[in-house]
């Protein structure tokens, strides 16, 4: 087995799974990958040593604590990718630029860029948190998850535009652009978040909207 084949296969262990609460039985493993229990005994005992699986009392597969540590360090990384295109993407339309993502039923602002001119700014910091219900960024990152049959509009909305906007909805006055992260079909990495900006009522909402969708699309490039 070459060393490429057997880390897809590991991949594609983990990500098995990581789709079952329970974890998973070798025997289990080894039908769903369509490989002999021996390679799968392989995998799982390479994939212990590094803390990406752990065997429960009943040999069990679950995700490790590796897993965990890998996980935290992908906020850092998706901010230190943003950073720069939301400082573009602030000076572009003049707005306070943002990174949210969805945590729970709330939306989290977790980076945040400014123009260097902007005299009068709308207050949004990085850890603002609002429901998903609520704001251009909430209902951005709500339009990524499934339909449900209480949807409002205005999410069923964003889901047709690929993108939301609204007004005086967390602050009076203010108005917001967010547009969700929206990956390929075939894409490996899956975050749930947007971008979008906010500012005053004198925001230019169709130039905004245009740059704040070309925003989301190459920060998802960029992670690919």
Same mark, same amino acid.
Request: charged fraction near 25%.
């Given at each position: 087995? /070459?060393?490429?084949? !057997?880390?897809?296969?590991?991949? !594609? ?33 390479? $994939? &212990? ?6 065997? /429960?009392? @009943? ?25 720069? $295109? ?11 630029? =943002? ?33 998903? &219900? ?17 949807? /409002? ?9 690929? *993108?939301?906007? !609204? ?15 929206? *990956?390929?079909? @075939? /894409?490996?990495?899956? =975050? %749930? ?10 925001? @230019? ?6 740059? !704040? ?10 992670? %690919?």
């Amino acid at each position: 087995m /070459s060393s490429l084949q !057997t880390l897809s296969r590991g991949l !594609t262990a983990l990500e098995l799974v990581a789709q079952k609460e329970n974890g998973l039985a070798i025997a289990e493993l080894a039908e769903a990958m369509g490989v002999h229990r021996a390679i799968v005994y392989r995998l799982v005992s390479t $994939l &212990e040593g590094h803390g990406l699986v752990t065997r /429960s009392r @009943d040999g069990r597969i679950c995700l490790g604590g590796g897993v965990v540590a890998l996980a935290s360090r992908v906020e850092p990384q998706l901010r230190a990718m943003a950073r720069p $295109l939301l400082q573009e993407l602030a000076e572009r339309t003049q707005a306070t630029a =943002f990174l949210c993502v969805g945590h729970g039923e709330e939306c989290v602002a977790i980076e945040v860029a400014e123009p260097e001119t902007l005299l009068l700014r709308v207050s949004y910091r990085v850890g603002s948190r609002h429901p998903l &219900e609520r704001g251009a960024a909430g209902i951005a990152v709500a339009a990524l998850r499934p339909e449900r049959s209480e949807d /409002s509009e205005a999410l069923r909305q964003a889901r047709r535009d690929g *993108y939301s906007v !609204t007004r005086g909805q967390l602050q009076a006055g203010a108005v917001g652009v967010a547009a969700p992260l929206v *990956y390929p079909v @075939d /894409s490996h990495f899956r =975050f %749930e978040g947007c971008v979008g900006v906010v500012a005053l009522q004198d925001l @230019d909402v169709e130039a905004a909207t245009a740059a !704040t969708v070309d925003c989301a699309g190459r920060l998802v490039r960029r992670m %690919e």
